[in-house]
T-cell receptor, first 112, second 107 residues
Framework: NAGVTQTPKFRVLKTGQSMTLLCAQDMNHEYMYWYRQDPGMGLRLIHYSVGEGTTAKGEVPDGYNVSRLKKQNFLLGLESAAPSQTSVYFC???????????FGPGTRLTVL | RKEVEQDPGPFNVPEGATVAFNCTYSNSASQSFFWYRQDCRKEPKLLMSVYSSGNEDGRFTAQLNRASQYISLLIRDSKLSDSATYLCVVNDYKLSFGAGTTVTVRA
């Protein structure tokens, strides 16, 4: 089992460009999450999904969109990247709300 | 006020030492609590859950104090491999992460 994988691992964007981050899990988990991690701050929830076809906003959703067309995949989109979106992005999945979350290796994004 | 607050450290301890640190949380209705471990430039991984009666996992002991709204982690007989950032996580329908406490174990 690969667990949770993320693509790409690194990316540099210019302000205004768009991109999509892909998260995939092979554990048949219902719940999937996107977080960002910035220095000195805890992980902050961007968006999450409680099942295929569902999405919901987290703590810091502005500037991001998500889609969960297949149970195993959760996509995070940046339509018009801004320098404030420079961060490390982690995807995670879990069986349920109160279960352990399994994280992917992260995507390091720099917006110039 | 942040939902989850941790002393960032760093705690710099020699091998074999005991190190302990706390985390406070603001929501008294929080249901479950965890400690995650994050190595440098890696993803967080679950270290242990924290139960109301306190629990141990080898050299690691976690305690919960609901009255004062804090949880603690104690590491006995520290190893070099314990060097990491420890994230306090509180679950009240979503996970809220602390910013982490950095522990460095020196030879």
């Amino acid at each position: 089992n690969a667990g949770v994988t993320q693509t790409p691992k690194f990316r540099v964007l210019k302000t205004g460009q768009s991109m999509t981050l892909l998260c995939a899990q092979d554990m048949n988990h219902e719940y999937m999450y996107w977080y960002r991690q910035d220095p000195g701050m805890g992980l902050r929830l961007i968006h999450y999904s409680v099942g295929e076809g569902t999405t919901a906003k987290g703590e810091v959703p502005d500037g991001y969109n998500v889609s969960r067309l297949k149970k195993q995949n959760f996509l995070l989109g940046l339509e018009s990247a801004a320098p404030s979106q420079t961060s490390v992005y982690f995807c995670a999945s879990s069986e349920g709300t109160y279960n352990e979350q399994f994280f992917g290796p992260g995507t390091r994004l720099t917006v110039l | 006020r942040k939902e989850v607050e941790q002393d960032p450290g760093p705690f710099n301890v020699p091998e074999g030492a005991t190190v302990a640190f706390n985390c406070t949380y603001s929501n008294s209705a929080s249901q479950s609590f965890f400690w995650y471990r994050q190595d440098c430039r890696k993803e967080p991984k679950l270290l242990m859950s924290v139960y109301s009666s306190g629990n141990e996992d080898g050299r690691f002991t976690a305690q919960l104090n609901r009255a004062s709204q804090y949880i603690s982690l104690l590491i006995r007989d520290s190893k070099l491999s314990d060097s990491a950032t420890y994230l306090c996580v509180v679950n009240d329908y979503k996970l809220s992460f602390g910013a982490g406490t950095t522990v460095t174990v020196r030879a």
